[in-house]
């Protein structure tokens, strides 16, 4: 587990003293026939940013509120410190939270939105200008502190939101898609900003994405869900390079499938045998997965494969290739490399010699 | 294009004149009436003056204004809970309370104001020996006839649910007491620093609405047998012709000169906000 430096804030934002372990145990929730968390398991280290991912349904959303008393669960337990907090109300759960569509108290300045919380907790009017000023400052904002949320942009919205779900200086921080509202560029910016701040003020955070590259790029660990349940849990780089599950694996960055058959305790694929990483199942024809930038590819006028498709994404060139039995199966190659085969050559496939990731096989057009 | 916006710049005029026309003609005609001297061919406010002069006038006004006051109080304070407590937490009873707030428009007033006399003379029968039997007759006292904030507070519940309605509309109620609540909020203080503050204008339009309601009603309040403004100056407008016309210009103004302040006091607080910013 990464353990995030807790290095001093440059702002002279005091550093939270305790920033909390969160736990869910086997918590289950059902929405009459709906089941949004299934025995959910997972454990949020201090200090550390882990992303909730998994596509949409799969109760991330339902897991946050819970956390942040807006939700209540069926069975199982929310441990905050090795505390449950079940009875908690969320107004006393010290959780901050920034929501997904943009939450500002339109009657308030951005100022006003950002000491809401303390004023709340009854400081003293010029502690509260001095503080949620501190907090502007903190989010690159101090010259908007007289404006009105409806003379902001969304992405200066959800900083003042964070600003906000920062000024009580919580023991988590709760972040539930906050910049799926907004543009690319935009997103890309608060994305290192919030995992900046978030590093500086050494804060439990939890954030809600279904966007893997977002849940990558700023994670500590990443949390799979699906169905209501924990899927894997590891740190970015484990989760995209060992996934333990296909489901993991083809959620996570891109995955090609092809046929396989079992030989011996290994698979054999295009004719030749591989190690497998993991289980091979029992029973059922099987499927090997595939990373496109593991995959080699040759120019060969006798080759097994077929160029369909090219997409330039900069320095690589995406490949789509169509074996013998119609499977497609994509390629990443050096933008150079990638010129030499061109739409409608053939070409020869290599595979990885290290171990593959096996799976039943799904049939097509599923 | 240019030749079609103006074509419609000159409808929108022209139908504004007729709207205009249809208005002012008949007002500045009674105006006119109500000054004119006809003995001496010259104009006096003779009946505007002893309209005011009359025994009862700032009574039966005052009545009429503390009864719209309290009515609107009431009011408010009965549908903005209930409101925000059936968006929050229990979307599907909305049309229920919607229906139940409607029901008053189909209520012919006379048809409420027999039942509320049905009550009256039914309740002292029955309840000589209960302490209720003092409710019911404190409820009639002529100085502040708390049955007739009852019947109002029943004849304004449409336009007010439909004008707090649109205002809940257009907020999301429910991100925004959560996210005070996140920020340390009790329930009911979260709707009230933030869902309230955030309804000002459809709260005075629904104020407004209730107001002008309660001034002009007259139909009860004659029936009942108490005096507030209506009332009054229906009695006292008999008299002379002229008279009755200056009765029916002077409600409209105090009616008019009411809503204006209500909706000055919601514009002077938007007007400072963008001073500000
Ligand atoms: N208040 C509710 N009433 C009924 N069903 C609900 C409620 N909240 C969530 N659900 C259901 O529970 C399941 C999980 O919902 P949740 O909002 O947690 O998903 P999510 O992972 O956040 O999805 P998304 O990425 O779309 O936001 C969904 O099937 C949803 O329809
Ligand atoms: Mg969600």
Redesign the interface.
Known sequence: MTTTPLNAPPTGVPLHPGSATVEFRSLRRAFGTTTALDGLDLTVHPGELLALLGPSGCGKTTALRIL???ETHDSGEVLVDGEDVTKT?????D???V?Q?Y?????L?AADNVA??LK??GSSKSDRRKRAMELLELVGLPQRA???PH?MSGGQQQRI?LA??L??QPRVL?LDEPLSALDAKVRLNLREEIRRLQQDLGITTLFVTHDQEEALSMADRVAVLRAGRLEQCATPSELYARPTTAFVAEFVGTMSRIPAYRSGDGVEVLGRRHAVDGVVPADGELDVLVRPENVGLTAAADGGAVVVGASFLGAVTRLTVRLLDGTEVKVDLATEAAALLPVGGNAHLILPDRPVLVDRRVKSGQ | MAQLISRLRLWRGFVLLLAGIYFAVPLGASVLFSVDNPMTKSWSLRAYTQLLGAPGFTDSLRLSLELAVVTVAILLLLLVPAMVATRLGAPKLRPVLELICSIPLVVPVVALTTGIIGVLRWGPDYLSTTPLFQTILAIQNPTFPVVLVIAYVLMALPFAYRAIDAGLGA??VK??V??????????P??VF??VV??L?TSLLNASALTVALVLGEYTTASILGFTPFTVWIAANGKNDGQMSVAVSILSLMIVWIVLLLISAAGRERRGR?SA??
Do not use: I, Y
């Open positions: 942040a008393g807006f109300p969320a107004h006393k759960r959780a901050g939270m929501f569509s939450s500002l108290f339109p009657h300045t809401f919380g709340m907790r007289e404006h009105f003379q939101a906000r779900a000024a009580l709760l | 907020v999301d991100t925004l959560e996210a005070a609540r996140s920020c340390g909020a009790s329930f203080r979260a620093t933030v503050p955030n000002r906000k500000r910013s």
